[in-house]
């Protein structure tokens, strides 16, 4: 199996993976086929969008009747799709169940047989919540699993993926990733993470993202298992999730619930259809009581968010998706917000330059890579002269023009949160830049944060500090080393 990343943009990425003769471009969907009940048939989900399927091996190996047809004929001519299929262990029914008839050895030799294309050990998926010794201990036999796996993954010649565990520690999560890296999987499985979706604990999910692919090759493919609404994609692509899979378009139109990127929706409830798939267009919600109506609905729904996370990277926009899509739940903005502020090495992968503009769309703005990257840049800095620190907006072009050719000063251009050398004003993110222009405090502060910064660097080599701009006493208030002057006086300083 191969993987190519072909854009980036936050952590997130458009990629490719190359496997068994089949193309696959990333972040996708696995739509979850159900071997047993298929409630759309597994040829049509091309027409979604689905280049690849995933389904359980284990249903497949206790039903008699399955079991003997997928040895005899492979899992394709079972599920009749023309394309790759990943099969999971029954690691889903052990979290369920308790208890799964079959060891990790045994359902991985079954997944060989019925020439499935990405194989899973049987992994202990470990809830939210239970305490760091249970964690540790489940955690011990998934590694142990995942060693056995890889060893007859490499006897079979097949591709195999890494689960990640270890509940809500993030410690454990860490270790988790780091030891499956030591191990060399064709991709990871972020694992564990279905009650969190279920209970819209969506901090948690981008805690267990955060801490995993800290400790994960950056070129390796990360599957977010069990995570498949539409509502949490952008924010976890942001993050650096390549593949979801979900059986949720199936699961939840049974139980009437219309999938949209802003949350779950009762049709019973509704009045109208906001959709124009095949599904929705020329019926009303009473149509769309027919559950696999409604599930063709939910798939459609599925594959057009992933589009638009696409064009979001492929234009540079994926924060301020990301940003937008947060607003549909307070949990999932407070795990946007966690994720900027702790997920660091978002930094390393972040374009220094974009066509598009920096677009400030909220206080979670203020801990996007960029803004930390302005603040860290001052280091290397040349700067030279009296220092005047400008208000950008509501200046006098002549005067700009004027202060920004003087030998003399150099000039600091203030854009809350921004604060840079007036020659980077055309450059991204500084001028290329769109702020409100209302200012909320938390701007204010970037922006003095910044100013403190360039004070403890050169302060001393300037003679005099000054400070124009319509807002100045936001700044002399809380710096007191630096003069404000009228923009009339500003002449006088050339
Ligand atoms: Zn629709």
Not at 120 to 149: F, H, I, M, Q, Y
Not at 402 to 410: A, E, G, T, V, Y
């Amino acid at each position: 199996m191969d993987f190519e990343i072909k854009r980036k943009d936050g952590a997130g990425r458009i990629g490719r993976i190359d496997l068994g003769g089949w193309r696959v471009e990333t972040p996708t969907i696995m739509p979850v086929i159900n071997p047993g009940i298929l409630t759309i048939p597994p040829n049509e989900m091309k027409e979604f969008g689905a280049e690849i399927l995933i389904t359980n091996s284990y249903i497949i190996y206790r039903n008699e009747n399955l079991h003997e047809k997928a040895v005899e004929n492979g899992v394709h001519s079972l599920l009749d799709f023309n394309g790759p299929i990943m099969t999971d262990s029954g690691a889903y029914q052990l979290s369920v169940y308790g208890d799964v008839e079959v060891g990790s050895k045994e359902i991985l030799g079954f997944q060989n047989d019925i020439e499935s294309d990405i194989h899973v050990p049987l992994d202990l998926p470990t809830p939210p919540g239970v305490s760091w010794d249970r964690a540790k201990n489940d955690l011990e036999v998934t590694l142990k699993r995942a060693r056995e796996g890889v060893e007859v993954a490499r006897n079979n010649n097949s591709v195999i993926a890494g689960p990640i565990q270890g509940s809500t520690h993030l410690d454990l999560r860490k270790k988790s990733a780091f030891e499956m890296s030591k191990l060399y999987f064709d991709l990871y499985c972020i694992g564990g993470v279905v009650p969190m979706m279920e209970s819209y604990d969506f901090e948690n999910l981008i805690k267990a993202v955060v801490a995993s692919k800290s400790c994960l090759p950056f070129n390796a493919p990360v599957h977010l298992f069990g995570a498949g609404h539409p509502m949490v994609f952008a924010v976890a692509v942001a993050f650096g999730c390549d593949l979801f899979d979900s059986a949720a378009y199936a699961l939840f139109a049974k139980r009437n619930r219309y999938l949209t990127n802003r949350g779950t929706w009762n049709v019973k409830e509704m009045e109208y259809l906001p959709c124009s798939c095949p599904a929705c267009h020329g019926r009303d919600v009473n149509d769309l009581m027919d559950s696999e109506l409604l599930a063709r609905h939910n798939l459609y729904a599925t594959f057009e968010e992933l589009r638009v996370v696409k064009e979001a990277i492929r234009r540079g926009e994926l924060l301020e998706l990301a940003s937008e899509r947060a607003r549909s739940h307070p949990r999932l903005h407070s795990a946007l917000k966690w994720g900027l502020e702790n997920g660091d090495w978002i930094e390393e992968t972040t374009p220094f330059s974009k066509k598009s503009a920096f677009f400030y769309t909220g206080e979670e703005s203020l801990y996007r890579p960029e803004i930390s990257r302005v603040h860290n840049s001052i280091k290397r800095y040349n700067l030279k002269g009296n220092i005047l620190l400008f208000l950008a907006h509501d200046i006098d072009e002549e005067i700009a023009g004027k202060i920004k050719c003087s030998k003399d000063i150099q000039v600091m251009e203030i854009k809350p949160p921004f604060v840079y050398p007036a020659e980077l004003s055309r450059t991204y993110p500084y001028g290329q830049s769109l702020v409100p222009k209302h200012i909320d405090s938390g701007r204010h502060e970037k922006a003095i944060e910044t100013i403190k910064e360039i004070n403890k660097k050169y302060g001393d080599r300037f003679d005099e500090k000054y400070i124009v701009g319509p807002e100045y006493k936001d700044y002399t208030e809380k710096l007191n080393d630096i003069k404000p002057l009228m923009t009339s006086q500003v002449n006088q300083l050339l």
